[in-house]
């Protein structure tokens, strides 16, 4: 499953979508260190002016 991206809010929630090959998405946040569900409603969050995608570099230093 191909990351479509992983962004930061204006608060510091850092959240992840991604695009499974039949176009659902998925969305996960990053919780105490781990990856865990989100709600699919945060993916409009990807949209919001205060939000950034994060760059492969600061990917890098997440968990897996």
Known sequence: MPASGVYRTHLGL???????????????????????????GMVGLRLAPSTTKLGPAAVQRLPD
């Open 14 to 40: 850092i959240f992840r979508v991604t695009e499974s090959a039949d176009g659902g998405l998925k969305v996960e946040v990053l919780q105490k260190g781990a990856w865990a569900p989100g709600r699919i």
